[in-house]
C-alpha cells in the first residue's frame, strides 16, 4: 500500500485529494489548523486516514512531518497544498509578511524536507499546489503573485535536480500544479470566472500525479490564459 501525507489535507482542493487518494488503495495523513474538521475525521474511522493537527506557521514544521511520517508508516507521496490568499487592501506589512511567512519560508522548508527525504530514500514524488497568479505581479495581492512566483521558479529548481537523479537511477519526481480558480472556502465569496469545483480539480491533479508531470494547469484550459500571459510585453501586462 503506497502511502500519501497531504498538507493542508482538510479542506479545500488537499481534502478532495484526500478523498482520491482514499479510493484509489493509498494510505493517506492529511494535515489541517481546523480543529473541528480534524476532530470529525478522527472520529469517522475511515479506514487508512490519519489527521494530525499542524500549522506550518509555527516553527520548523518539517520536524512534525516527520513524526507523521512515522505515524503513516512511510512516504512515497507528499502534497504541499497549504497557503494563504492574501488580497492586499492596503493592510501592511504585518498581513504581508504573514502570508510570506507560509507561502515563502514554510513552502520552502516543507518542500526541501521533502525532496530530501526522496532522495535519500532513493524513491518519491513532491507536490506542490502553486497557482496561476505566480505568472505576473498584481497591485490586488502582490506578495501573494510574487510568493506564487517564487514557488514555480524552485519548483523548476527541484525538478531538475529530480531529472539528474533519475539519470543515476533513483526514481524521484516534482509536480507543480498552476490551478486558476477553484471554488474552496478560501475563495468564498470571490467573483471568479472559469471557476473549477474541488471535485474537477482534483480529478485533474489525480491523472496529472499519476502521469509524473513536472507541471501543469487547473483546470486545463488555463493553459490558454499562461500561454497569454508569456505573449504580452510587459509594458502591456503591467497594464492589465
Not at 493537527?53 to 520548523?60: K, V
Not at 523548476?156 to 539519470?167: D, S
Not at 478560501?186 to 469545483?197: C, N, P, Q, R, Y
Request: net charge positive; hydrophobic share 40%; charged share 20%.
Amino acid at each position: 500500500m503506497k502511502k500519501a501525507i497531504i498538507i493542508g489535507g482538510t479542506s479545500g482542493i488537499g481534502f478532495e485529494l484526500a478523498k482520491i487518494l482514499l479510493a484509489n488503495g493509498y494510505k493517506v495523513g492529511v494535515t489541517g489548523i481546523e480543529n473541528t474538521i480534524i476532530q470529525d475525521l478522527q472520529n469517522s474511522e475511515q479506514n487508512n486516514l490519519e489527521v494530525k493537527y499542524l500549522n506550518c506557521l509555527e516553527n520548523e514544521p518539517s520536524k512534525k512531518i516527520k513524526e507523521f511520517i512515522e505515524i503513516v508508516g512511510g512516504l512515497d507521496l507528499l502534497i504541499l497544498s497549504a497557503g494563504i490568499w492574501n488580497l492586499n487592501r492596503n493592510r501592511g506589512f504585518d498581513a504581508e509578511n504573514k502570508a510570506n511567512q507560509l507561502n515563502v519560508l514554510a513552502f520552502t522548508e516543507i518542500a526541501d524536507y521533502s525532496y530530501r527525504f526522496f532522495e535519500n530514500q532513493g524513491y518519491g514524488h513532491f507536490i506542490a499546489i502553486t497557482s496561476v497568479s505566480g505568472l505576473f505581479g498584481s497591485c490586488v495581492a502582490p506578495a501573494y503573485h510574487a510568493a506564487k512566483s517564487y514557488q514555480i521558479t524552485y519548483l523548476e529548481g527541484l525538478c531538475q535536480k529530480a531529472r539528474k537523479a533519475r539519470l543515476a537511477g533513483k526514481s524521484i519526481h516534482v509536480t507543480d500544479i498552476r490551478p486558476g480558480y477553484v471554488r474552496t472556502p478560501m475563495t468564498e465569496g470571490k467573483k471568479m470566472f472559469w471557476a473549477a469545483t474541488t471535485e474537477k480539480a482534483g480529478k485533474q491533479i489525480y491523472k496529472n500525479i499519476k502521469n509524473k508531470k513536472e507541471f501543469a494547469y487547473v483546470s486545463r484550459r488555463w493553459l490558454i490564459v499562461a500561454m497569454l500571459i508569456k505573449a504580452l510585453p510587459n509594458w502591456l501586462l503591467i497594464r492589465v
